[in-house]
C-alpha cells in the first residue's frame, strides 16, 4: 500500500511537471508570429468551417453549443454573416489556401442574394435560415459588421464588383445614420427607406467602423477620406461619450446626446480598450500627441481596475462610480481587445508593463479560452477558468474576434516586436487602379522583399511609399512579403 501511496504521488509530481513544462513552451511559442497565424488557420478556422456552415441553406449556423450543435432558433443576421466573410479573407491573406477565399465568397453570394436592399441600399437586419428576409430594418451595428466583412474580403481580392457593394454601403451610413444636426453620432437603426427609426446614440455603431474597416481599408489602400472619417468618429466619441468625471467611455445617449442613465451605469471594458486602442493608432498615423494622451490615461485606469494582473483576465463590467466592483466574467471579445492594446501599446512604447501585461493575458486566452479538445473558442469564463457560457456560436459571437486576434498578435508580434518577415497572400480579381499597400498595420516602414504573380516574380514594381505597382489587369494570384526596415530604435526581440 505504501508503494502504491509513493507511486502515486510520484506520478502526480510527474505530470506537474511536465504540464508546468508544456504550459511555458506553449507561452513562450506564443510570442512568435507563426504560432497566431497556426491558431487562425487550425484552432479557429478549421472547426468553424467542419461544424458551423449550413450546408443545406448556405452562410453559417447562428447559434452553436460547446459540442458545435446547432441549438437556438433557426435566424440569421447578415452582419454576423459578413463576419465570417471577414474570416475567411484573413485565411486566405494568411495561408493562400484557396478553400478560405471560397468560403469568403460563398458568404458573399448568400448576402448580395438575400440580405441587399435593392431599393433603397444597406442590408437587412435578419433573415429566417433559408435567406427569407424577417426584418427590413437597418441596424447600424450589423450594417457596421456587413461593411467590415465586404472591406476585408475587397482587401484580398480587389474585386471591382465587391468595391461597388463596399462603397454603397459606406454611404448608406456615412448619409443617412450620421446626425448632421446634432453634434455627430451615429444613429442606432433606420426604417428600411432610411429614414431614422432608433435616434439613439449607443456605443458600437460609432467605433465599430473604425476599428472593423477604416483603418484597415486606410492601410490597404492609402486613401486619406478613411482616416479623416476615423478621426472624426473618436473626436466625436471624446467630445460627447467621455464621462467627464471618472475618464470613462460610456454607453447609450439620445439623439442630443443627454445620457441615457439607466444604460450607463456599468462601464464597459472592451469598448474603452477599443477606443484606447484606435486612439494609439491614430496616433501612429497623426502624430497628434493629444490622441496618444488619451490612450494612456484611459489604459492606466484600465488596467488599474479592470485586468487582473494575477490571472491575466479582463473583466467585463465595472461599476461606474465605484469601479472596484466588477462582474466576474470576461467574454472572449473583450479578453482578445485587452491583449491586442497591451501588445500594440508594447510595440510603440517598448515598455515592459505593456508586454507583461500582454504575456499574461494572451497566456489566460490560450489556456482557458480555446477549445482544446473541439476547437473554437468559448463565449466566457470566470477568473479561475470556469465556463460561464460554453456556447461557439450565439448571435453577436462568430469566428470574427478570435481570427483578428490571432491576425494582428501575428503581425503585431512578426512586424514590430520580433522584425520578421511576413508574407501575405492575395487574388487580384479585377485591375487595380489605386495604390496596392500590402501590409494592414499603421506602418509604411517597410522593404518589400518578394513579389509573387502567379508563382513568378513581378520584377516591374515601383515601390512608392510601401505600394506596388501591379500590373493592369486581374485574376492572378499575388504574394508579397515584407520586413520592417532595420534602422531606428526596436523594442526588445523575443527569443
Known amino acids: 500500500m505504501e508503494r502504491l501511496v509513493s507511486f502515486l504521488r510520484t506520478f502526480v509530481i510527474l505530470l506537474f511537471i511536465v504540464s508546468c513544462h508544456l504550459s511555458a513552451a506553449i507561452a513562450q511559442e506564443a510570442m512568435h508570429g507563426d504560432y ?7 484552432d479557429v478556422l478549421a472547426p468553424w468551417q467542419k461544424h458551423a456552415k449550413d450546408q443545406e441553406y448556405g452562410a453559417y449556423h447562428t447559434y452553436l453549443n460547446k459540442d458545435w450543435e446547432v441549438v437556438g432558433p433557426d435566424k440569421k443576421y447578415p452582419g454576423m454573416i459578413a463576419r465570417h466573410m471577414f474570416s475567411f479573407s484573413v485565411g486566405y491573406l494568411l495561408s493562400g489556401e484557396s478553400q478560405h477565399l471560397n468560403l469568403a465568397r460563398d458568404a458573399f453570394e448568400f448576402l448580395v442574394k438575400n440580405a441587399w436592399d435593392e431599393q433603397y441600399g444597406g442590408w437587412y437586419y435578419e433573415l429566417d435560415r433559408a435567406g427569407k428576409v424577417l426584418s427590413r430594418d437597418k441596424d447600424m451595428f450589423t450594417h457596421a459588421y456587413a461593411i467590415t466583412g465586404l472591406a476585408m474580403y475587397y482587401i484580398v481580392t480587389r474585386d471591382a464588383r465587391v468595391k461597388s457593394y463596399l462603397d454603397r454601403s459606406i454611404r448608406v451610413l456615412e448619409e443617412h445614420a450620421w446626425d448632421k444636426a446634432n453634434g455627430g453620432g451615429y444613429f442606432q437603426g433606420l426604417h428600411r427607406d432610411l429614414s431614422v427609426k432608433d435616434a439613439n446614440k449607443v456605443f458600437s455603431p460609432q467605433l465599430a467602423p473604425v476599428s472593423g474597416y477604416l483603418l484597415y481599408l486606410h492601410a490597404a489602400t492609402g486613401q486619406d477620406k478613411y482616416l479623416k472619417i476615423s478621426e472624426r468618429i473618436l473626436d466625436t466619441t471624446l467630445k460627447h461619450m467621455e464621462d467627464k468625471r471618472t475618464g470613462w467611455v460610456m454607453e447609450a445617449y439620445d439623439r442630443n446626446w443627454a445620457p441615457l442613465v439607466e444604460k450607463n451605469r456599468m462601464m464597459n471594458t472592451g469598448h ?9 493608432r491614430l496616433y501612429a498615423l497623426t502624430g497628434k500627441e493629444g490622441y496618444r494622451e488619451k490612450a494612456l490615461a484611459l489604459n492606466e485606469n484600465l488596467i488599474r481596475y479592470a485586468f487582473d494582473p494575477e490571472t491575466g483576465m479582463w473583466y467585463h463590467r465595472l461599476k461606474v462610480d465605484s469601479p472596484e466592483e466588477h462582474s466576474q466574467d470576461s467574454p472572449w471579445w473583450v479578453q482578445a481587445y485587452g491583449n491586442m492594446l497591451q501588445l500594440y501599446l508594447y510595440a510603440h512604447l517598448g515598455e515592459e508593463c505593456f508586454w507583461e501585461n500582454y504575456q499574461k493575458g494572451a497566456a489566460f486566452w490560450n ?8 476547437g473554437g473558442e468559448f463565449t466566457s469564463v470566470g477568473r479561475d477558468g470556469s465556463l460561464l457560457d460554453s456556447s461557439k456560436a450565439g448571435k453577436y459571437k462568430t469566428s470574427y474576434h478570435a481570427v483578428e486576434n490571432g491576425l494582428l498578435n501575428m503581425m503585431y508580434l512578426d512586424y514590430w516586436v520580433n522584425r520578421q518577415p511576413l508574407t501575405l497572400y492575395y487574388h487580384i480579381n479585377s485591375p ?6 500590402p501590409l494592414l498595420l499603421e506602418a509604411r516602414d517597410y522593404d518589400v522583399k518578394e513579389v509573387l504573380l502567379n508563382g513568378k516574380r513581378w520584377k516591374k514594381r515601383k515601390n512608392r511609399n510601401g505600394s506596388i505597382k501591379l500590373p493592369a489587369k486581374g485574376g492572378y494570384d499575388l504574394v508579397v512579403q515584407v520586413q520592417k526596415k532595420s534602422r531606428g530604435k526596436s523594442v526588445q526581440a523575443i527569443p
Open 36 to 42: 497566431w497565424k497556426q491558431q487562425v488557420l487550425d
Open 272 to 280: 474603452n480598450v477599443e477606443v484606447a486602442w484606435m486612439l494609439m
Open 367 to 374: 489556456k482557458h479560452f480555446l477549445d482544446a479538445e473541439r
Open 432 to 437: 487595380v487602379t489605386e495604390d496596392f499597400f
